[in-house]
């Protein structure tokens, strides 16, 4: 059973405002780095030094391939650099010389299992929350809670988050078919918010409006990545991220 929900929108290539002439930096990564990092940067950013951020939406490992192409100047994903590139090279992305790439840390993040906050259910184990996305738990009754369907919020984008969920909780299993489609992972809370049975992942520093957590949660990177020495854009955007940028950076 699959349910459509309606998405709230998302940004699937974010461009600054130019002004005549201006430099551009550009970056390939998804939704979490849009909105942790170079959302709230770009415009000061730009006011200090009239370069405009252009980033690319890409999922994490085409914006991989897209830094290796020589696409882009940088690549953002919510992964671990380790992880990050043994994905990359299990998708069949030739990734080359893997001493030339560098990584920066601008920003931890959580990920968070979270479910309707009027379900009962206040903690499931690692165990028990393999079974609900698997599909071999269908019912919130077989692991304490009402009788009612679960329904796993699954985003259609894929992301990192998504990818360190079924690396570690999934072990790389299948998915259940029991799924509540949404678009993008920013779509995930307000669908779990107006669904007393769903069951999902966000992302983000805290649960938010209706939603509640029931396990703990993993804290990930988000890293950028370049290659060699960044080009003279990319090192005054690393720069403003490691000095005046991180009030910026909730």
């Known amino acids: 059973m699959k349910r459509k929900y309606a998405s709230i929108g998302i940004l699937l290539t974010l461009l600054a405002a130019s002004t005549a002439g201006a430099d551009e930096l550009r970056i390939a990564t998804g ?34 391939s897209d830094l290796e192409k020589g696409g882009v100047d940088a690549a953002g994903a919510s992964l671990p650099l380790e992880e990050w590139l043994e994905q990359g090279r299990s998708a069949g992305v030739p990734v080359k010389e893997l001493a030339a790439y560098i990584s920066y840390v601008p920003v931890t993040e959580k990920l968070m299992i979270v479910v309707n906050e009027g379900n009962r259910i206040k903690v499931l184990s690692n165990e028990q929350l393999k079974a609900v996305f ?65 069951i999902g992942i966000i992302t983000g520093t805290a649960p938010g409006k209706g939603v509640k957590e029931i396990a703990p949660a993993i804290v990930r990177p988000l890293t950028l990545l370049y290659k060699g020495k960044a080009v003279p854009n990319l090192q005054k955007l690393l720069d403003f991220l490691k000095g005046e940028g991180q009030r910026y950076l909730q």
Do not use: M
Not at 155 to 168: D, H, V
């Open 31 to 64: 939704h979490t780095f849009i909105n942790r990092v170079f959302d709230p940067v770009r415009r000061a950013f730009r006011d200090k030094t009239g370069i405009d951020i252009k980033v690319l939406f890409r999922d994490p490992i085409p914006a991989l």
């Open 134 to 198: 698997t599909g071999r738990v269908l019912n919130w009754r077989e692991v304490g809670g009402d009788d009612a369907p679960i329904l796993v919020v699954w985003p259609s984008i894929n992301s990192g988050a998504l990818i360190i969920f079924k690396q570690r909780i999934l072990d790389n299993g299948p998915l259940t078919k029991v799924i509540y489609d949404v678009e993008s992972i920013a779509d995930t809370p307000d669908a779990i918010a107006a669904t007393p049975e769903a």
